[in-house]
Structure formats: structure tokens, C-alpha cells
């Protein structure tokens, strides 16, 4: 937990929840100095003294959770100003190993993992006038402060919860469909060979204008069946009939 690189910037969070507890301090994370077109910079996290046995003060912080991200921090300090001038502290949150003392400009502290909790290696210098906040840092610290309460939090959670659920049932029902399509399918192939065996017709190798051809012939040959058998009903008829006008005694000779 304590070495450079392995600190995630959820678990920093964590630990600064824990230090700053609710009703004693309220803590939004990465709050921008503005709303909408208005913002400029954004503060990692920024907590709020809101009892005056803890001090009614506000304390920032920039989190670094890579030898590399602190380093291009140091490229330009002046970034932070935009944030820094308006509290009364300010601190580098980092994994032991990320920064130097040496190279923190001399008015940060510095505040490292350390067990279960944060522990501060170098003090910050406290900014006994900082500057007021205006409405619209004001508006941008309460709208983050929506969406970090723990109502909010809890409400995230069961929305992510929900979502989850409605996924697994989607992936329950889809596979539930393409069984039932991989039966169908297997149910039309089995059809398909039945009705290839049963009439030695491939469809699979025939255009429809053939299986048309092939149909209208078939059925031609059904309607000149269905006459010829008719006709033959017909001449049974008749030779009955026929056969019925003939003299009884036919077969005896003729008359003297």
C-alpha cells in the first residue's frame, strides 16, 4: 500500500474519506474552479472544516500516485493557483517514494499512505488570508459535494447495482434466444434433408425461378392425374351402363 506505483488514486480517496469524516468535514474529489464554459482548473480533492474544534478552514489537495505524474507537475506550479489561493492549506498526497521533500515548493505539505490511514511527512504553511470564494467555485464545490454525499454515493451504488442486473438479465435473455434460434435452425435443416431425401430436389443448389418451374410442372402432373383418373371412372361407368343394355340372352344363337 506504502509503495510507489501500487497506490491507486480510489484508494488515496479512501484514506482522505477516513480523514475527513462527515459532520466534522465535508470532502468533494475533483471539483473544477467554475461551472460550464467558466472553469479553468480542477482541484484532485478539497475538504472543508465545518466544526470549529477542527477549524473552519479549507484544505486542498493535489494526489500523485506515479513518480511520472509528479513530475510533470513540476514543470509548471503555478497550475494550482487557481485553487491554492483560495485555502487555508495545501497538501501533495502521494505513495512513499513519488516525491522528494526537497522538491515540494515550500508552502505544500506532504501527506503519504501509511497502514490504514495518511500520515503527514512535511506540514504545510498555513495561508492565514486566503482568498474569498467566488459564487461560481461556490456553485462547482456544491454541485461535486451532490455527487460525493453519501446519499448520492448510495444512490450511485444502486444505480451501478441496477445496471448490473439489467445486464446479466439481458445476457440471459439474448442466450436464451440464440439457443432457441440454434434449435430452429437445426429443426429447419432437418426439414430440409427430410424433403431432400423424400423428393430428390436440392433447394440449396436451385434458383427460385427453377423450384417455380419444378412446382407448376408437379402440379400439372397432379391435374392431368386427377383427369386421367376421372376419365377412367367415366369409362367404368359407361361400360356398366353399356353392358346393362345388352340382351340377356345374348349368348345363345339365333332363332330358327
Known sequence: ???????????????????????????????PD??????????????????ATVGVQ????EIKVSRSDWQREMQDFTKCYAWKQHCHAWYLVAPKGVAKLEELPPSW??????????????????????????FRMLAAIMRRLQTTAPVAIDHQIALRNAY???????AATFKYQN????????????????FRRNSGVSIDTW?????????????????????IKGLAEHA?????????????????GPSE
Not at 9 to 14: F, G, H, P, Q
Not at 37 to 51: E, H, L
Open 34 to 51: 467554475g461551472t460550464g464554459m467558466n472553469k479553468m482548473r480542477t482541484i484532485d480533492a478539497v475538504a472543508m472544516g465545518c466544526w
Open 236 to 252: 367404368s361407368v359407361l361400360k356398366e351402363y353399356l353392358d346393362s343394355l345388352q340382351p340377356a340372352n345374348r349368348t345363345e
Open 109 to 134: 505539505g506532504l501527506m503519504e499512505p501509511a497502514g490504514k490511514g495518511l500520515k503527514i511527512r512535511k506540514p504545510c504553511e498555513i495561508n492565514s488570508t486566503p482568498q474569498p470564494v467566488g
Open 207 to 227: 434458383s427460385g425461378d427453377d423450384v417455380g418451374r419444378e412446382f407448376n410442372a408437379f402440379q400439372q402432373i397432379i391435374r392431368k392425374s386427377i383427369a
Open 179 to 194: 439457443e432457441r434460434q440454434a434449435r430452429d435452425y437445426e429443426e429447419l435443416l432437418k426439414a430440409v434433408a427430410t
Open 1 to 31: 500500500m506504502t509503495t510507489a506505483g501500487k497506490t491507486t488514486a480510489a484508494e488515496i480517496n479512501s484514506l482522505l474519506a477516513a480523514r475527513y469524516p462527515l459532520p466534522k468535514y465535508s470532502l468533494a474529489f475533483e471539483v
Open 164 to 170: 448490473q442486473a439489467g445486464k446479466q438479465e439481458m
Open 58 to 61: 479549507m484544505i486542498g489537495h
